[in-house]
């Protein structure tokens, strides 16, 4: 797998608390179970909450590599088998950090990134500095919403942006009633955006997840809910999604064979700033 690029999905919302970390973590999950090396970068600059998501304590994290204190490599936490977490910070600190130093932190050596199948980022809600260059640099962006007319109206807002700098888009709704809910909220952004976006782009749609006890208690006893109630309804969805995307990327032009695609992507990031 060493020389097959590496996917890069950015995880996005317009508004917070749709579920973008939730859904991350628990995808990462599903794609490391069937075999894939995933890498999940908690993207959430100074807010992030994927060490508490999966449950695991990191000694040190980004902001340490940011520092020169350590490497990618140091921090990296091994969550299960295939899957790997790249702990960030939470608080002010991070936010202060300049692009020149972010550039030399990354391009240090970092040869499990070189490897990996998926890197999943799960960013900040909206479109902020750091949000923007990831979504700049995927290769998917995956916009997730709810049914709540606000997160509806942000998601759009979200996709005329993205739109412009990045074709591939797919849509999650979550906490939904049924399937049905999901579809027809899909079909109404997908028309408005159609009829108002002018850049072309496409939307394309992974699936829904019904609002479910089973996922709000695992949030709350720090489980993966795909890993520990693997035939639930809210596992079942979530694997739809998975297949949904697998197939989404295998559609997309072949890739072109290349070492080092990490840091490739990490030069792409840069190159943006
Ligand atoms: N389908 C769902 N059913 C029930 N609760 C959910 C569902 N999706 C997310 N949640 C809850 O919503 C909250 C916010 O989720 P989170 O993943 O942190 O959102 P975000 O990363 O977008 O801010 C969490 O407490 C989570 O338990
Ligand atoms: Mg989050």
Do not use: W
Request: with cysteine; hydrophobic share 40%.
């Amino acid at each position: 797998m060493i020389d097959q690029k590496t996917k890069v999905i950015a995880i996005a919302s317009g508004k917070g608390g749709v579920g973008k970390s939730m859904i991350s973590a628990n995808i990462s999950f599903l794609l490391a179970d069937k075999g894939y090396k995933v890498g999940i970068f908690d993207g959430d600059i100074g807010l992030s909450n994927l060490d508490i998501i999966f449950n695991v304590k990191s000694k040190n994290n980004f902001l340490n590599v940011l520092k020169g204190e350590c490497t990618l490599e140091d921090i990296k936490i091994t969550i299960d088998n295939n899957l790997t977490l790249i702990p960030s910070e939470s608080g002010d600190e991070i936010l202060q950090y300049e692009p020149k130093v972010i550039q030399e932190a990354l391009l240090k050596k970092s040869s499990f990134l070189d490897k990996l199948d998926y890197l999943i980022i799960d960013t900040s809600s909206g479109i902020g500095n750091f949000t923007k260059i990831f979504l700049q640099c995927a290769d998917e962006i995956i916009i997730v919403t709810t049914s709540n007319p606000l997160a509806i109206t942000d998601a759009y807002t979200l996709i005329k942006i993205t739109s412009t700098i990045n074709k591939n888009l797919n849509l999650i709704v979550n906490m939904t009633e049924n399937e049905k809910e999901g579809k027809v909220i899909y079909e109404n952004i997908r028309k408005v955006a159609k009829n108002n976006i002018e850049t072309p782009f496409s939307l394309n749609y992974l699936g829904h997840i019904e609002t479910s006890k089973n996922i709000s208690k695992s949030i709350k006893f720090r489980q993966l809910f795909t890993k520990t109630t693997p035939s639930s309804l809210s596992s079942f969805h979530l694997s739809e999604i998975v297949d949904n995307l697998i197939l989404q990327l295998e559609n997309q032009a072949p890739p072109k064979k290349t070492k080092n695609s990490f840091k490739l992507f990490i030069k792409r990031v840069i190159d943006n700033f």
